[in-house]
């Protein structure tokens, strides 16, 4: 497992909202979580993949969202190769924040990996 901590300050004005209602103002779109779900799982590739570093892209990206992550929260992220095959990788990710009793996400993935041209 790699450790990666993530901080993102809080909005200093709250004038220029959306119509989004109050309880969504202050959470992490679940988007930009999945950029950096797949950002952690290709470092967690490269880690298990230290001899050869060869580059993979996601083929499965299997998120279960169980709590809100919220502006200004630390997130604690655990990410894992499980098994790295000669084409395939599988990946394991879980991610909580320093605020939350529990987890807040689970990944589990899969990853191509891209062989070297000669």
């Known amino acids: 497992f790699f450790f990666l901590m993530i901080r993102r300050p809080p909005r200093s004005t709250q004038s220029r909202s ?3 209602s109050d309880v969504y103002k202050r959470q992490v779109h679940g988007g930009a ?8 799982t ?23 969202f169980l ?7 630390n997130l604690l992220i655990y990410a894992d190769c499980m098994r790295l095959g000669g084409t395939i990788a599988y990946t394991c990710l879980l991610y909580t ?22």
């Open 18 to 20: 959306s119509a989004a």
């Open 97 to 118: 924040s320093d605020a939350a009793d529990d987890l807040l996400c689970v990944d589990l993935g899969g990853r191509r990996i891209i062989k070297k041209k000669n």
């Open 33 to 40: 979580l999945a950029t950096i779900i797949d950002a952690a």
């Open 67 to 73: 709590g809100p992550a919220k502006l200004g929260d």
């Open 42 to 64: 290709t470092l967690a590739v490269l880690k298990a993949d230290i001899e050869q570093l060869r580059r993979s892209v996601s083929i499965e990206l299997n998120l279960s």
